[in-house]
């Protein structure tokens, strides 16, 4: 079959489109909580709504994309994704915002399960690690550019300009000035439809699922619930998005609240540099992954984690200000060392088991900040980010009980050394 470039091009539209949306939380949090006049634990529901969609969705959105094939499902899914920015755009309210981030998280649950095998199909099966790697650099990039652009539209919109260009004032007219931040909704609006109006335009090629990918039948999946090793890995899922959204969500609200931090200049930018820092260790990540077995890459990573979280939480100001965006780093190689672990763990049904580690990461994006900002309402939110020693500790267990069916390949060093050059 030829390959086809410009779908692949769309996908990674698409990747970086659904990170805008995703990961804009944390920087809106002391926003949210000065606007809405809301707790720790109110502000932490606006994830718990986003993430509990994608728990929902993850296994229905299989089968919904088998039925009706990709193109329909994605454009519905954007459409999803519109609705829900249109309706905290028009109505910027507490309980509006909570609806509208769970109608964006199912919307944005059915696009990651639906863009997948697309890919595989238009770059090809020989090129799908490749391009895999890449959609997540791409996904990475947009969760690193969403603070600053939040960062910019505050800053514009705060205190507005008579000579302001045009894109400045339509935002101006549209959004009340006692809510700037609310502002960026509109561009994830725009950017809904226009992925809808590209879409609808565009002819997408037929996908035919392996059985790896198939969605798999209700057999299928009561046989994987009896397995030991499904529900570990499904809480190790869901401690690592734990992890990964328990951190980011709340970065910009502990630098504000314990060091001053301006949360829509330092703190957003903090949080813009976790994911930046997050994407770019996914390289040294590759690299390392070729010299050592992944069972202790992640102990390591895990270990430096831990190291940095406690000088965050610790820290002066200038060690937390740093210190925050390096988890990134460290937990840049966690996801593919653990969905891979989690993968060549089991020896067939590998598409219904990602369903399953699906709805666990969707808990756990859910109920960890969740978790956290109770802790904080009545202990404070250091205390409350303490529990992340919990889910970071979970992850480091991984590299001690793990017992792949297959390991990932290394190069032998000695043996390379060993060998007389030419």
Not at 50 to 73: C, D, H, N, Q
Not at 293 to 304: E, M, P, Q
């Amino acid at each position: 079959m030829p390959r086809n470039r410009y779908m692949v091009a769309l996908v990674m539209v698409t990747f970086f489109v659904i990170s805008l949306l995703t990961n804009i939380v944390g920087p809106l949090v002391p926003d949210i909580i000065h606007s809405f006049h809301v707790s720790l634990t109110a502000a932490a529901f606006l994830a718990f709504s986003f993430f509990i969609a994608y728990a929902v969705m993850s296994i229905p959105a299989g089968f919904l994309v088998e039925r009706l094939t990709e193109k329909p499902v994605m454009i519905l899914a954007f459409l999803a994704g519109a609705v829900g920015a249109l309706s905290f755009a028009l109505f910027p309210e507490y309980r509006v915002a909570i609806v509208s981030y769970f109608v964006i998280g199912a919307g944005m649950a059915v696009l990651q399960v639906a863009i997948n095998p697309l890919l595989r199909v238009s770059g090809g099966e020989e090129h799908y690690a490749f391009y895999s790697a890449l959609a997540q650099f791409v996904f990475g990039a947009a969760s690193f550019l969403s603070p600053r652009i939040y960062s910019y539209l505050v800053l514009n919109l705060e205190r507005p300009r008579q000579n302001a260009n045009l894109f400045l004032s339509l935002l101006q007219r549209l959004t009340p000035r006692e809510l700037p931040w609310a502002s960026i909704y509109w561009i994830f609006a725009a950017s809904t439809l226009l992925m809808i109006a590209v879409l609808a335009m565009s002819k997408f090629p037929r996908v035919q699922y392996s059985a790896a990918e198939s969605a798999g039948s209700r057999e299928m999946y009561l046989g994987l619930m009896k397995k030991k090793v499904v529900w570990m890995y499904f809480v190790a899922m869901l401690a690592y998005v734990g992890c990964e959204q328990g951190t980011a969500d709340w970065i910009s609200q502990f630098l504000s609240q314990y060091h001053g931090f301006d949360p829509h200049t330092a703190g957003a930018a903090a949080v813009s540099w976790f994911w930046g820092l997050m994407t770019a260790g996914c390289l040294i990540g590759m690299l390392l992954l070729k010299i050592f077995d992944s069972r202790k890459v992640l102990i390591g990573a895990s270990i430096g984690a831990l190291l940095c979280l406690t000088a965050a939480l610790f820290g002066p100001a200038e060690t937390s200000h740093f210190a925050f965006p390096a988890i990134g780093l460290f937990a840049s190689v966690m996801w593919p060392i653990v969905i891979s672990l989690a993968l060549n763990s089991v020896a067939e049904h590998h598409g219904s088991f990602a369903g399953i580690l699906g709805t666990g990461m969707g808990i756990g994006g859910a109920v960890v900040p969740v978790i956290i900002g109770r802790i904080g309402d009545h202990l404070g939110l250091r205390n409350g980010m303490m529990f992340l020693y919990l889910t970071y500790g979970v992850i480091l267990s991984i590299g001690f009980w793990a017992n792949p069916l297959i390991s990932n390949a290394t190069i032998d060093l000695r043996q390379t050394e060993a060998q007389p050059s030419p």
